[in-house]
């Protein structure tokens, strides 16, 4: 791997192990950062469990997927952040995870995921759902193997902060490693609390113009919580 920052690479070896503590990765997921300098390669782990990455274990990889160092074993869903980075700008670091309250919200047409607490003011009014067999037909493995798979997926997302995946999981985007980290944890948050709230009758949830000033407010704040999850792990 070409010299990176080391801060990035620590900052991110810290985002794997707050989403493991936190239970929104387990021995699957995946977590990534775009290079300032060079906004084509992003950084990840090799294919391993993120609660055990260090260092040592981040990769750098281009666009195409392909990691720099020879020899690496790379996450098969490796696409995901390859085709969002490609399509987003504005996009720095991604979080794909299989966290279980959104699983819940991707299987359920009725009902959307929508913010209901202002903590999770970014996911607004309602959250796109990839459905795979859209894009590959009725018979997958549910998994985002490919760059056509990872250009449709990045369809669904859209403009938004996050995209549901029917069946399997979400994937979270963000402007850098605190704020997507943040997301990916108040986003299953998020999803408890409606989940629970809708069981005890009608819930009252944030306007479009309350999640939008709530969430320029948090991203001014994101700091507090990122320094406090660095701190516990």
Partial sequence: MRPVDRNLVEDLVAANRILASRG????????SVRQAERPDRFLMARS????????DDIVEHDL???AVASGISTYLERFIHCEIYRARPDVHAIVHSHSPALIAFGVVESTPLRA????????GTCTPVFEIREAAGPATDMLIRSPELGR????SLGSSPLVLMRGHG????GANLPQVVYRAIYAELNARLQSEAMRSGAVTYLTEDEARLAAETNDGAIG??????????
Wanted: with cysteine; proline share 2%; aromatic share 8%.
């Fill in 24 to 31: 929104i990765l387990d021995g699957f997921g995946h977590v």
């Fill in 48 to 55: 391993m469990a993120p609660a055990l990455v260090t260092a």
């Fill in 64 to 66: 195409d997927g392909r």
């Fill in 116 to 123: 209901v607490c202002h903590t999770a003011a970014f996911l």
């Fill in 152 to 155: 449709a997926l990045t369809q």
């Fill in 170 to 173: 979400s994937t979270v985007v």
């Fill in 224 to 233: 507090r919580s990122w320094e406090l999850w660095r701190r516990a792990i």
